[in-house]
C-alpha cells in the first residue's frame, strides 16, 4: 500500500513536469507562430508593393519605348528634310556662285570698255592743238565719248556750211574715229533759242539737222569713215548747258557734238570675251589697264587695249 502511493506520487510529479513543458512548448509554438503571421503579412505587403513597381516600372517601358518611337520617327522627317535642305542651299550655292561670275564678267567688260574711252579721249586731245582745244571740248560720260566743238570753229555765221578752218581739226577727229571701227559715230546738231532768218532755214530745227549732216558727210566724203557708223541728229535749241540769258551761254550752246559709242553687239561682244577667273579690286585685267607705250605721234594704240 505504501509503495502504491509512492508510486503515484513519483507518476503526478513526472506528469506535472510533462505538463509545463509541454505548456511552454505551446507558449513558445504561439510565439512562432505569431511572428510566422507578422512575417507573412509582411511578404504580403512586399509582395504587393513589388507588383505594383513592376507594374509602373511596365508602363514607363511602354511610354519610353513610345517615345522613343517618336523620337526615331521626328529623327527621320528631320534627315529628310536636312537632305532636301541640303540640295537647295546647294542649288543656292551654285546659282549665286553663277551671278557672282556673271558680276565679274560685266565688270571686266565695262573696264575695258572704259579703257577704250580713256585712251580714245586721250588720243584725241594730244592730237588736238592748244588753239583747237579752246573749240573742242572732249568728256566722257556714262561710258559714252562726247565731243563738242563750237559753231565759230566749224560753219560760216549762220550757216551749215564748213569752212576751211575746221578741215584740220576734223581730219584729226575722223583718224580717231577710223581706229575705232567698231564704235558708232552720232553727230548731233545744237544752236541757242534765238529764231534763225533765212529763207532756206525754216528754224532751228533744221539748222541743227543740216549742221550735223554736213559734218557727217564731212567725214564720210573727204575722210572715208565708214557711212554705215554714222548718224546725224539735231536737237534745235532744246539740248541747252547753260542759258540762253546772255552771249556766253548762246555761244556755249551753239555746238555740234561727235558722240562715240561701242556697239551694243559690240558690248556683249566684250561680256562674252570677259575673263572666268576672279578678279579683285587690286588685280585688275591686263585688258582694262591704259598704261601702254604710245606710238610715235603720242597717241596711243587701239590694238594694244583690244588685243587685235
Given at each position: 500500500m505504501i509503495a502504491f502511493s509512492v508510486a503515484l506520487m513519483v507518476a503526478g510529479c513526472a506528469s506535472k513536469k510533462d505538463l509545463v513543458a509541454l505548456q511552454d512548448d505551446y507558449a513558445n509554438l504561439q510565439a512562432r507562430y505569431q511572428e510566422t503571421q507578422i512575417a507573412l503579412a509582411q511578404c504580403d505587403t512586399r509582395s504587393k508593393s513589388l507588383d505594383e513597381r513592376l507594374a509602373e516600372a511596365q508602363q514607363l517601358n511602354t511610354r519610353q519605348r513610345q517615345e522613343y518611337n517618336d523620337l526615331k520617327r521626328s529623327l527621320d522627317n528631320s534627315i529628310a528634310q536636312n537632305t532636301a535642305g541640303n540640295v537647295n542651299i546647294s542649288k543656292l550655292v551654285d546659282?549665286?556662285?553663277?551671278?557672282?561670275?556673271?558680276?565679274?564678267?560685266?565688270?571686266?567688260?565695262?573696264?575695258?570698255?572704259?579703257s577704250l574711252n580713256m585712251i580714245l579721249t586721250n588720243n584725241l586731245t594730244r592730237s588736238l592743238t592748244r588753239d583747237e582745244l579752246r573749240d573742242v571740248d572732249v568728256q566722257v560720260l556714262k561710258g559714252?565719248?562726247?565731243?563738242?566743238?563750237?559753231?565759230?570753229?566749224l560753219y560760216r555765221s549762220g550757216s551749215y556750211e564748213i569752212n576751211s578752218r575746221a578741215a584740220e581739226t576734223l581730219g584729226k577727229i575722223a583718224k580717231i574715229i577710223t581706229d575705232y571701227k567698231e564704235y558708232e559715230v552720232l553727230v548731233e546738231g545744237n544752236t541757242d533759242n534765238v529764231p534763225i532768218s533765212k529763207p532756206n532755214i525754216r528754224n532751228n530745227w533744221d539748222l541743227s539737222c543740216l549742221r550735223a549732216s554736213s559734218v557727217v558727210q564731212e567725214l564720210q566724203n573727204k575722210y572715208g569713215v565708214d557711212p554705215k557708223r554714222l548718224s546725224a541728229a539735231g536737237r534745235g535749241e532744246y539740248n541747252p548747258v547753260q542759258d540762253n540769258d546772255n552771249e556766253v551761254g548762246r555761244q556755249r550752246n551753239r555746238r555740234t557734238q561727235i558722240i562715240v559709242t561701242p556697239q551694243l553687239d559690240q558690248f556683249l561682244e566684250l561680256i562674252d570675251q570677259a575673263p572666268a577667273e576672279a578678279t579683285t579690286p587690286d588685280s585688275v585685267p591686263a585688258a582694262a589697264q591704259p598704261a601702254v607705250t604710245p606710238a610715235d605721234d603720242g597717241t596711243v594704240p587701239v590694238s594694244a587695249v583690244m588685243g587685235n
Open positions: 546659282e549665286i556662285n553663277a551671278s557672282n561670275q556673271y558680276i565679274k564678267q560685266l565688270v571686266s567688260a565695262k573696264s575695258k570698255s572704259d559714252v565719248v562726247y565731243i563738242s566743238l563750237s559753231d565759230n570753229m
